[in-house]
């Protein structure tokens, strides 16, 4: 006999269903039925369904709601069809390990649910786990009322059919979001022993891939989301009599209300305007002891709010933050000159003639921001210019320009003052655009990998798929000009950087200038050769991996392997070429090619790559967009893609078809590639067609002239 049923809604989950079926199929316990309910769904998710159930033997059923009618009732219409003896919710975005069914279920025996582990979302799931690893409490009641609350979501427990249906529990169909509380309060109530599984690696909340068009809870918009919540609290605590559980909604509740209304948040104010008398309501209805532990200043507000002051309550917020701003300000000389530009940011004035340049947070002087400065200053003399970098003494920069440390009070007061700010990479979110600043944002490359709210799945250190995506979106929303160029980065940009055609500046990169304009000087280029102490009469090939995602290992370390061989290289080609390594600066620290001095040379550093393109008659490169670039001088290119297929399938993804439309041969290992590189001439001839091509396709705007045409758009004034 089936002895769980697993009650499954489901409304257009066609990006992550499949992984959910699949953590399914891999159950070690067979003894179990889903329960489908299809809550009007308009994507593929349906026929996803139906697909995996001809090719998998489980028993189920598949209920289809002709309108769509939320969580709560769906899965009412889920325990109406139940004929087993236990019940099993899960998500359709969310996974389960294969030993999961099988451990819950050996602990039934004479009790009346089974709590398991619950984990936020992770790539690195429990596939394997022995008994003896399992820390397994037997509980009542009366000594843990709150159990069943603890996790703020019903799924991941073994319910019992018998409690739920002769006590007649079902989900609150008026609350479309936050109802599991509600029904968890409702079953415990009837429930005298239970068990607990302490351990990781059991139920796994999805991760929202697509936050904006498919929100969680947590990023729903946030008006919608905080009413719902305060309604999903009233109810759940008017169905209880037990203080203790009174108690913990309340702490729930509270905690809530100090993220939600953190006189930190950039949007205190229209949350106070939107809620005041919502937030008077439950604050009413919370019992007092609850927030006497708070802050002496937030007391005063929680009064303020319960006796109707609201603007009263707002102010005393404010004055929360500059409390907290110049207590950083005393105690913490790191943060001191970032707790200044907080307190005094909207104090300074803006300055209409000047400009601060950013490039790649701080770490050179490069890429456009250095381009738009060399013309702005020779053609803008009565401007003030501003050069943000990490370590000022390191770069001479011509011209005027002032060099600020970054993250120094003159970093904070460059973008306090500044008319223009002009970056080629995100900047941080707390600093403030005030009204009147101007945004350029110059980016840095032509796109083949995926980018911004285009990616799926983001695997990058210390962030989520849809915190990403958000903080990216807010960052973007800031740009008042994105520099773009070609039309095929145009129509990326639209996508990934929700951008409009009216912000964008389809000029051509202004870095790519020089490749234009210098090309064919060679005193230009034999300077930057002896600069770097590279012979005249070789070749020089360089090269350029991408920096892959999955590289990084924990925070300051990062898997490094040079997979190009320079050892067979110098035998095959060490007589006529030299080679230039530009890898990543993350791993470039990590690179020893003491051993092939005078044939290998790393070039990780150097400021500017348009600079090496100059003098580099090949390149080699993987995924890295250096190639675009590159494409405006003609010259050949080779990609040595040895993880080809993993780097599709599993990491970013890409724009282009990269088996059709490159300028140049793929080779997948490091003896092909070095004895393609043997005759340049022959590669650069056989491949002449696709080259020219390609720069048509991509290089129409580069004209040289993309810094003087940038200026024009934005119709800045001299």
């Known amino acids: 006999m089936n002895n769980i049923s697993v009650i499954l809604p489901y409304f257009n989950n066609e990006s992550h269903i499949e992984e959910t079926l699949n953590s399914l199929t891999q159950q070690t316990y067979k003894s179990f039925e889903v329960i489908f309910v299809n809550d009007a769904s308009t994507d593929t998710s349906e026929s996803i369904i139906n697909n995996w159930l001809k090719t998998?033997?489980?028993?189920?059923?598949?209920?289809?709601?002709?309108?769509?009618?939320?969580?709560?009732?769906?899965?009412?219409?889920?325990?109406?069809?139940?004929?087993?003896?236990?019940?099993?919710?899960?998500?359709?975005?969310?996974?389960?390990?294969?030993?999961?069914?099988?451990?819950?279920?050996?602990?039934?025996?004479?009790?009346?649910?089974?709590?398991?582990?619950?984990?936020?979302?992770?790539?690195?799931?429990?596939?394997?786990l022995f008994a003896s690893e399992l820390e397994i409490e037997h509980l009542t009641n009366e000594t843990n009322p709150n159990a069943f609350l603890r996790r703020n979501t019903v799924c991941g427990i073994l319910f019992k059919k018998s409690i739920i249906e002769l006590n007649k529990i079902r989900f609150e169909s008026k609350l479309r979001l936050f109802c599991d509380y509600s029904f968890s309060i409702e079953y415990q109530k009837h429930v005298n022993q239970f068990v607990r599984i302490k351990n990781s690696?059991?139920?796994?909340?999805?991760?929202?891939?697509?936050?904006?068009?498919?929100?969680?809870?947590?990023?729903?918009?946030?008006?919608?989301?905080f009413i719902y919540y305060c309604k999903g609290y009233f109810d759940a605590r008017n169905r209880t009599f037990d203080y203790r559980v009174k108690s913990f909604l309340d702490k729930k509740m509270l905690g809530r209300i100090k993220r939600y209304f953190n006189p930190d948040s950039p949007y205190i104010s229209e949350r106070y305007e939107a809620h005041a008398e919502l937030l008077q309501a439950v604050l009413k209805t919370m019992d007092k002891e609850i927030y006497q532990s708070t802050g002496l200043l937030m007391r005063r507000e929680i009064k303020l709010l319960i006796n109707g002051e609201f603007s009263k309550a707002k102010a005393l917020n404010h004055k929360r933050k500059q409390s907290r701003i110049y207590r950083r300000l005393l105690l913490n000389k790191k943060t001191r000159a970032r707790?200044?530009?907080?307190?005094?940011?909207?104090?300074?004035?803006?300055?209409?003639?000047?400009?601060?340049?950013?490039?790649?947070?701080?770490?050179?002087?490069?890429?456009?921001?250095?381009?738009?400065?060399?013309?702005?200053?020779?053609?803008?003399?009565?401007?003030?210019?501003?050069?943000?970098?990490?370590?000022?003494?390191?770069?001479?920069?011509?011209?005027?320009?002032?060099?600020?440390?970054?993250?120094t009070k003159g970093f904070y007061d460059a973008y306090a003052t500044s008319k223009y700010w002009v970056s080629n990479a995100r900047i941080p979110l707390y600093l403030i655009k005030k009204p009147g600043q101007v945004y350029i944002q110059t980016w840095h490359g032509t796109p083949l990998k995926r980018l911004g709210n285009d990616m799926k799945v983001v695997r990058m250190p210390g962030t989520t798929t849809p915190a990403y995506k958000y903080n990216f979106k807010k960052e973007t929303d800031r740009w008042d000009y994105l520099v773009s160029p070609n039309k095929y980065s145009s129509e990326i940009f639209k996508s990934a950087f929700w951008m409009d055609q009216e912000r964008l500046l389809e000029t051509g990169y202004p870095r790519n200038d020089i490749l234009t304009t210098k090309q064919n000087d060679q005193e230009f280029i034999d300077s930057i050769k002896l600069k770097l102490g590279i012979p005249e009469d070789k070749n020089v090939i360089m090269y350029a991996p991408t920096w892959r995602d999955d590289e990084f290992i924990k925070k300051g370390k990062y898997k490094?392997?040079?997979?190009?061989?320079?050892?067979?290289?110098?035998?095959?080609?060490?007589?006529?070429?030299?080679?230039?390594?530009?890898?990543?600066?993350?791993?470039?620290?990590?690179?020893?090619?003491?051993?092939?001095?005078?044939?290998?040379?790393?070039?990780?550093?150097?400021?500017?790559?348009?600079?090496?393109?100059?003098?580099?008659?090949?390149?080699?490169?993987?995924y890295s967009s250096v190639f675009f670039d590159y494409s405006i001088l003609k010259r050949p290119t080779v990609f040595f893609s040895y993880d080809i297929d993993k780097y599709k399938d599993d990491l970013r993804g890409f724009y282009l078809d990269y088996y059709k439309d490159l300028p140049g041969p793929i080779y997948k290992?490091?003896?092909?590639?070095?004895?393609?590189?043997?005759?340049?001439d022959v590669l650069a001839l056989k491949y002449s067609k696709q080259i020219e091509q390609f720069h048509e396709r991509f290089n129409q705007w580069e004209d040289g002239n993309a810094s003087e045409k940038l200026i024009d758009k934005i119709n800045l004034k001299g």
Not at 67 to 79: D, F, K, P, T
């Open 56 to 128: 998998n033997d489980i028993k189920h059923q598949h209920i289809k709601n002709q309108i769509n009618l939320g969580v709560a009732e769906s899965r009412n219409i889920g325990l109406e069809h139940v004929n087993t003896d236990w019940i099993y919710f899960l998500d359709a975005d969310d996974t389960i390990s294969p030993f999961t069914f099988d451990y819950m279920i050996q602990q039934v025996a004479g009790i009346d649910g089974v709590i398991a582990p619950m984990n936020k979302f992770t790539p690195n799931k429990v596939e394997n």
């Open 201 to 225: 690696g059991f139920y796994y909340r999805g991760e929202v891939y697509d936050p904006f068009n498919k929100p969680n809870l947590s990023r729903t918009e946030f008006n919608q989301m």
């Open 339 to 407: 707790s200044l530009y907080d307190l005094n940011v909207y104090k300074q004035n803006i300055n209409e003639k000047q400009v601060v340049f950013e490039s790649f947070a701080g770490k050179g002087y490069s890429d456009s921001p250095k381009y738009i400065y060399e013309y702005m200053y020779k053609n803008f003399p009565d401007y003030k210019f501003i050069w943000v970098l990490n370590e000022p003494e390191k770069f001479d920069i011509p011209g005027p320009a002032i060099k600020v440390k970054r993250l």
């Open 560 to 622: 490094f392997e040079l997979k190009i061989d320079l050892e067979n290289l110098q035998n095959s080609i060490g007589k006529d070429s030299v080679i230039l390594l530009r890898m990543h600066y993350l791993i470039a620290s990590a690179l020893d090619i003491s051993e092939f001095k005078g044939f290998a040379y790393d070039v990780s550093s150097y400021p500017d790559i348009s600079e090496l393109y100059l003098i580099s008659d090949l390149l080699i490169t993987d």
């Open 669 to 680: 290992d490091a003896y092909s590639l070095a004895m393609a590189l043997k005759d340049i």
